[in-house]
């Protein structure tokens, strides 16, 4: 904030003449020159201390203090420079410092990769839409590094599943053609052993009347 001081006439000239006490007050508060304030309606006062000593005693009165520092906050430009660099300016070949897996380490992204795929599993496993052994199969592979994102992921989860129902379906089919074929050689069975009962029936001789 700007401050403004009211001096009064030929005060100002009076306060080139302090070059002294200036040097004396800074090295007293431990501050530079330009952060030591002399009170310009008090230069006559000023002017006469020349030791350490009677700058210590106008510090007491308030005749001489030191400022606070100027405060040149970079925050907003910090803030500025980050969006640019989210949209992926400033971030060439001249402002990068280290290797490539210092700025992004191989186990960092390798550990984000295995907790998302992680995380989808036991999502699918929760809602039965993964068995446990699959899961298991599932999370080997993951652990293996053979699906490199999520999307791969999914998309095996779903092959995998259509194999298990086409096999499931095959299956149920020669079990039906199985049973088919049993059912079909049994009446066949059925069929010969009723012509050979029938057969043997008719070739029996007739019982004798007047026995």
């Given at each position: 904030k700007a401050k403004f001081y009211f001096f009064k006439k030929g005060s100002l000239n009076k306060m080139a003449g302090l070059t002294l006490q200036k040097r004396l007050a800074a090295s007293v508060l431990?501050?530079?020159?330009?952060r030591v304030w002399l009170?310009?309606?008090?230069?006559?006062?000023?002017?006469?201390?020349?030791?350490?000593q009677n700058?210590?005693?106008?510090?007491?009165?308030?005749?001489?203090?030191?400022?606070?520092?100027?405060?040149?906050?970079?925050?907003?430009?910090?803030?500025?420079?980050?969006?640019k660099k989210k949209k992926g300016r400033h971030t060439g070949h001249g402002?990068?410092?280290?290797?490539k897996d210092a700025r992004m380490?191989?186990?960092?992204?390798?550990?984000?990769?295995q907790r998302v795929l992680r995380r989808l599993l036991r999502k699918y496993r929760q809602a039965k839409k993964i068995d446990s052994h699959l899961y298991h199969d599932l999370y080997m592979r993951?652990?293996?590094?053979?699906?490199?994102?999520?999307?791969?992921?999914?998309?095996?989860?779903?092959?995998?599943?259509?194999?298990?129902?086409?096999?499931?379906?095959?299956?149920?089919?020669?079990?039906?053609?199985?049973?088919?074929?049993?059912?079909?050689?049994?009446?066949?069975?059925?069929?010969?052993?009723?012509?050979?009962?029938e057969t043997t029936v008719e070739g029996a001789p007739a019982p004798d009347a007047t026995s």
């Open positions: 431990k501050a530079g020159k330009n009170d310009p309606n008090e230069a006559n006062e000023i002017g006469m201390a020349n030791s350490r700058i210590r005693k106008l510090i007491k009165d308030g005749l001489v203090i030191r400022l606070p520092v100027v405060v040149h906050s970079r925050s907003r430009v910090k803030r500025h420079l980050e969006a402002k990068r410092h280290g290797t380490p191989q186990k960092v992204l390798w550990m984000r990769r993951s652990k293996g590094n053979q699906f490199k994102n999520k999307r791969v992921l999914m998309e095996a989860i779903h092959k995998l599943k259509a194999e298990k129902a086409r096999e499931k379906t095959l299956n149920e089919q020669a079990e039906a053609r199985k049973n088919k074929a049993k059912m079909k050689s049994e009446r066949k069975a059925s069929r010969k052993a009723q012509v050979v009962t």
